[in-house]
């Protein structure tokens, strides 16, 4: 029942080779040279040259096999098939009704039962149903064996096409950690950090915790350590301190190491600033342990990136204002013996000599445009990094969505995914309208959210804009619906692509459609007369 779908249908169909092909991991672009079974042939007629294609049949036919249209292939996905019929099927049905129930107990006042947290997708069914008052994971045992061989697969990637578009391995980088895709993954972020470093956790055997960690020797990691600075989320700060005091020890560790400054940029940094810290005063200790902070996040007690107000109500004039407004939110330092003190200076110094901007999304149930922290996030990151630093570094959204395969995309290349193929999606927009004032505060928020990442990373090309413009706004059917379903989304709406255009956000090629933007936001009775 554990075993993917995909994989049972490549092995039935004698695909898989002796390991040779894995529809999960293989290369979409490498040639197919292996067997053509009718029953792929018959899910597609477009040319079957590439693993890209076979993989795209083995998803369709597992899709069919899921809604009942199209029988098992052979006894492994004939396994997987009951397995998901007799259990995962009548869970997830189940959810429903459990969260209708659960919601009317708790407004009653009535007890809860609990249930465990977690993604289903990461091989955890029995968080389903829903509708349960879940606990949390064990936070001792995270990073997981899984995530860190997630972690270690996505580092490597990376660096690989960090190599390849810019020439150069990162020395330093900013990553920004998430305590509720910390819960769902098992500690991916964390795990991917370490592994950058070239760091591996120690487990123990019995109970699974973390109990340390080991230093990868230079001569088997076989390249240059990465100094990695995260950006916790307030939630990650408050449930997660083991996870912090790990990652703060291996940056000790690693800062006390006799390694090549070229291969050691950590130990290089820590030696370099500690030394500035004792001209300026500090006491040997206190100089060593600002030298090594890498962890930060908002002060005690407070949540978030504080770049919501300024989009919201336009107290911006360049992106100067962003990153002044991260620093504020973000310049308390966390670690061993260090719970949140305030060292906006250290903070400045790291993000000053950071070569990326990471940020990882574990699932495709929502995207970029769905939700204002992936901008104030990355966006503010982007932003103070560019201020201190006068360079544009890029910006990384790691699709940890299929666990055997993590793919590495810039911002832009993740945006370009999201406008083409849900924002400006006929199908998607049909879906949205069904829903009404829902519906149309969605599209809203689309807009404001791709609008806010144009502010703060410049990594929204003219054409994203002019995509939505075109499926919400010059569309008749779609403007139409706006306007009757909810007129001040509506109305925000037009004001935000006017405030990119005024804004220098976007220029768009047609006069014609600055022109109907000015007389759309014109009111009623000025239309009319």
């Excluded at 083995?58 to 396994?79: K, N």
Aim: hydrophobic share 40%; net charge negative; aromatic share 8%.
């Amino acid at each position: 029942m554990n075993a993917a779908l995909p994989r049972a249908i490549a092995s039935d169909l004698g695909l898989a080779g002796d390991g040779v092909f894995d529809p999960l991991t293989a290369e979409r672009g490498a040639p197919w040279d292996g067997g053509r079974p009718d029953v792929l042939g018959a899910q597609s007629d477009d040319p079957w040259r590439s693993a890209g294609d076979t993989v795209e049949r083995i998803d369709r036919l597992a899709g069919a096999m899921v809604a009942g249209e199209a029988v098992p292939t052979g006894p492994a996905s004939a396994m997987v098939i009951d397995g998901a019929l007799s259990g995962i099927r009548e869970r997830l049905q189940a959810c429903g009704p459990r969260e209708s129930e659960a919601l009317l107990r708790g407004l009653s006042g009535r007890f809860i039962p609990p249930g465990a947290s977690g993604a289903p997708t990461r091989g955890r069914p029995e968080v389903l149903p829903t509708g349960r008052n879940f606990f949390s994971i064990d936070s001792r045992a995270l990073p997981t064996p899984v995530a860190w061989r997630l972690g270690w697969a996505s580092a490597e990637a990376l660096l690989d096409r960090h190599l390849m578009d810019h020439g150069n391995w990162p020395r330093a980088v900013v990553l920004s950690a998430w305590g509720t895709s910390n819960m769902r993954t098992g500690g991916d972020d964390i795990a991917q950090a370490l592994a950058l470093m070239g760091v591996r956790p120690s487990w123990d055997a019995s109970s699974r915790r973390v109990t340390g960690f080991e230093i990868i020797p230079l001569a088997v990691l076989d390249r240059p350590r990465v100094d990695v600075c995260l950006r916790c989320s307030g939630f990650f700060r408050d449930a997660f301190p083991a996870q912090m005091t790990l990652f703060d020890r291996a940056v000790r560790a690693l800062a006390a190491l006799d390694e090549p400054e070229e291969m050691n940029p950590i130990a290089a940094a820590a030696k370099r600033e500690a030394e500035a810290g004792r001209r300026r005063g500090l006491d040997e200790d206190a100089a060593a342990r600002q030298s090594t902070l890498r962890i930060f996040s908002a002060k005690p007690g407070a949540y978030g990136a504080g770049l919501q107000a300024l989009i919201d109500e336009k107290l911006w004039q360049d992106r100067s204002d962003f990153a002044e407004a991260f620093l504020v939110w973000s310049g308390h330092a966390y670690g061993e013996n260090a719970e949140g003190i305030e060292a906006r200076g250290a903070l400045e110094t790291r993000l000053a000599a950071s070569d990326a901007v990471l940020h990882n999304q574990d699932n495709r149930e929502h995207d970029i445009l769905d939700s204002d922290d992936y901008y104030q996030f990355a966006g503010g990151l982007s932003a103070a990094v560019a201020h201190l630093s006068g360079r544009d570094v890029p910006v990384y959204h790691n699709d940890h969505s299929l666990a055997e395969r993590p793919v590495i995309r810039t911002l832009g290349e993740e945006i370009g995914r999201v406008v083409r193929g849900r924002a400006s999606n006929p199908k998607w927009i049909d879906g949205a309208m069904r829903h009404g004032y829902k519906g149309a505060f969605e599209m809203a928020a689309t807009v404001d959210y791709l609008f806010a990442f144009s502010a703060t990373t410049r990594q929204v090309a003219e054409h994203h804009f002019a995509a939505l413009f075109e499926a919400y706004i010059e569309d008749d059917r779609v403007r139409e619906f706006l306007e009757e379903s909810n007129d001040a989304a509506y109305r925000d709406m037009l004001d935000r692509f006017a405030e990119a255009i005024e804004r220098g956000l976007w220029t768009p090629r047609r006069n014609s459609v600055q022109a109907g933007l000015e007389r759309l936001r014109a009111s009623p009775e000025e239309t009319q007369t």
